[in-house]
């Protein structure tokens, strides 16, 4: 499963970037079988999770962007975004997204994308 991230760059804290991740490849029906995720990596940190979306829709957030990140999915596109607003200098991170089956747990990862708050 190839999944390809952009969106990240560079913003002012308090501003605004909308993240995509796309799974060419997949097709429409096996998309759906897939919850998805964003996980975010900053310098010497481990990776967390960010926020997750069920093939259905139902979301979940980190206690740290409730509020100011959202999470959607396009099935037909095989699109996941990440909406993140009123962005934080400590948001900095390489953010990746993530396929996981939705019976067996296979999971799959992006390559990432940079996303830097300046203060």
């Known amino acids: 499963v190839q999944l390809q991230a952009s969106g990240g760059g560079l913003v002012q804290a308090g501003g605004s970037l909308r993240l995509s991740c796309t799974a060419p490849?997949?097709?429409?029906?096996?998309?759906?079988?897939?919850?998805m995720a964003w996980y975010r990596q900053a310098p010497g940190k481990q990776r967390e999770l960010v926020a997750t979306?069920?093939?259905?829709?139902?979301?979940n957030y980190a206690d740290f962007v409730k509020g100011r990140f959202t999470i959607s999915r396009n099935n037909s596109r095989k699109t996941v975004y990440l909406q993140m607003n009123n962005l934080e200098p400590e948001d900095t991170a390489v953010y990746y997204c993530?396929?996981?089956?939705?019976?067996?747990?296979?999971?799959?990862w992006g390559q990432g994308t940079q996303v830097t708050v300046s203060s």
């Open positions: 993530n396929a996981e089956h939705v019976r067996d747990k296979s999971a799959y």
């Open positions: 490849r997949m097709i429409f029906s096996t998309f759906t079988m897939y919850n």
């Open positions: 979306i069920t093939p259905a829709g139902t979301t």
